[in-house]
């Protein structure tokens, strides 16, 4: 059973639209939970990390925040350089290892 | 300040070959890693370096990927002999907290 599962797995939007991607977890300590970036033919960049639940974070048109059992990275009114694969991947207690998730592939249209 | 740096960007090799990638941490990062990723998949850890000394393997096919870092800084990892399902890209990370930073990644095509 996966430990992080990333929904939908595609997301199309047209530039302005706001929208949110979902990350559900289960580990047995969270240490952290970590949003990135990926844009095709680079490494994934740092977006956000959230550490406990109710925790929130913002970064331009970016709000990651967190449940025990689920985050959230919301985007708003957002322009066609958004586009690209969000990854959602969480540390536990026992070690620090990132666990990733699939990822969302996010198209943002003109 | 200069990011994780990685040689080749792209490698192509036959199976049964073997090859090498390269990578150069962020300066004063401490933890480095080695990361596989399968196309439209998240990466998977394959190694943690903590300084020389390695943290975690327990996920790194030993009969044919080894990884060192000599000198606390630069890693290599080898594969040999490499089979088609090799095929990935190779990301290395390094992180001095929690927050890991990646480099751009070597794209292995295994034919």
């Known amino acids: 059973e996966d430990q992080v599962t990333q929904s939908p797995e595609a997301l199309r939007l047209q530039e302005g639209e706001s929208s949110s991607l979902n990350c559900s977890y289960t580990v047995s300590g969270l240490r952290g939970l970590f949003w990135y970036r990926q844009d095709p033919g680079k490494g994934p960049e740092f977006l956000f990390t959230?550490?406990?639940a109710g925790e929130e974070k913002e970064k331009e048109r970016l709000k990651a925040t967190l449940t025990k059992k689920e985050s959230f990275l919301h985007i708003t009114a957002p322009k066609p350089e958004d586009s690209a694969t969000y990854l959602c991947?969480?540390?536990?207690?026992?070690?620090?290892?990132?666990?990733f998730g699939k990822g969302t592939s996010l198209l943002v249209t003109p | 300040e200069a990011g994780v740096a990685q040689s080749p960007r792209y490698k192509i090799i036959e199976k049964r070959q073997s090859v090498a990638f390269w990578c150069n941490p962020i300066?004063?990062?401490?933890?480095l890693y080695w990361y596989q990723q399968i196309l439209g998949q998240g990466p998977k850890l394959l190694i943690q370096?903590?300084?020389?000394?390695?943290?975690?393997d327990s996920q790194l096919p030993k009969d044919r990927f080894s990884a060192e870092r000599l000198k606390g800084v630069d890693s290599t990892l080898k594969i040999q002999p490499a089979k088609l399902e090799d095929s990935a890209v190779y990301l290395c990370?390094?992180?001095?907290?929690?927050?890991?930073?990646f480099g751009p990644g070597t794209r292995l095509t295994v034919l």
């Open positions: 300066s004063g990062h401490a933890t």
């Open positions: 959230l550490y406990s």
């Open positions: 990370a390094s992180s001095l907290g929690l927050e890991q930073f």
């Open positions: 370096f903590q300084n020389n000394g390695v943290v975690d």
């Open positions: 991947a969480v540390q536990e207690n026992s070690g620090y290892a990132l666990n």
